[in-house]
């Protein structure tokens, strides 16, 4: 099986050096190449300028429409999914431990996606969680369109957004057949969402809503996905460059008690 992993990046870093992985520059349009090697999102057909608004899921829609391969997904430049754990602090020896090729295609053997490891917030709703730490109506204008566009996958989002848990990142590798299905399911909604949103007053984070949107409705098109058969596979998430456990822990309190809405990424 033809796997391809693409990288999403905005920088230069240093990427794993195996064949499942392809770099690609986001949010390209009108600048230079990063590196003359990196693929470009705005390539081909593409949603490059839309960038700041759906972070990584301009990869996502550029592996759709232009990528040849039997199964497809995208990373970032700063996580991965991981083969094996490490507790090493040095990048280059983290890297050591993402995943490769020859892991990837043994997994895709016995199932039809690889996922990131479940996310777990324990004392938040995925519903709850995005309603304090980004805006309000953004699931419940996205639920709205589930239910003019798609109404049978209307019980799924209802049930993963009464979840503490979920897949997060815009992370996967999923074959072909799959991919594809989700990309049209997703981008279709997206686009439908943004007349109804005003991003003119937000700041340079929030404006990123597509993406996070795109996390939480990503789990219910895979539940049903999962009841016809779908199999899925996890492997645990790893940062190439250490995390504050602490910063993002007090983050998540302070949005969940005190109302203080995300500014930045942790």
């Known amino acids: ?11 230069l870093y240093e990427m794993p050096n195996d064949p499942l992985y392809r770099t690609i520059q986001v949010g390209a349009v009108g600048k230079e190449s990063l590196d003359p090697v990196y693929l470009r999102d705005d390539e081909g057909e593409s949603i490059s300028e839309r960038n700041p608004y759906y972070c990584e899921l301009t990869a996502v829609y550029w592996a759709w429409k232009n990528l040849d391969a039997d199964a497809y997904g995208v990373v970032q430049y700063r996580r991965y999914l991981a083969k094996s754990k490490t507790t090493s602090k040095d990048p280059s020896q983290r890297l050591l ?8 295609d043994a997994l895709l053997k016995d199932a039809d996606a690889i996922l990131p490891k479940k996310r777990k917030y324990y004392i ?10 980004i805006h309000e ?11 003019e566009r798609c109404p049978e996958y209307l019980p799924y989002v209802d049930k993963v957004y009464g979840r503490t848990w979920g897949y997060m990142f815009n992370m ?11 990309c049209s399911w997703i981008f279709d909604i997206l686009f439908a969402l943004e007349p109804k949103i005003d991003v003119s007053g937000m700041s340079a984070f929030h404006k990123r809503l597509y993406g996070r949107v795109s996390e939480i409705l990503f789990n219910a098109w895979l539940l049903k ?4 058969g779908m199999r899925v596979t996890e492997l645990p998430v790893i940062s190439i460059e250490p ?6 822990g007090t983050a998540f309190l302070k949005a969940k008690f005190l109302k203080e809405r995300y500014e930045a990424s942790f």
């Open 137 to 147: 109506n953004h699931m419940e204008l996205a639920r709205e369109l589930v239910m």
């Open 1 to 11: 099986m033809s796997a391809k992993l693409l990288i999403a990046t905005h920088k």
């Open 243 to 248: 995390e504050n456990w602490w910063k993002k």
């Open 225 to 228: 996905e999962q009841e016809k």
């Open 124 to 133: 938040e709703t995925l519903l709850s969680h995005y309603d304090h730490t």
């Open 97 to 104: 431990h993402v995943l490769d090729q020859k892991t990837a």
């Open 172 to 182: 996967f590798l999923m074959k072909r057949e799959y991919a594809d299905r989700y």
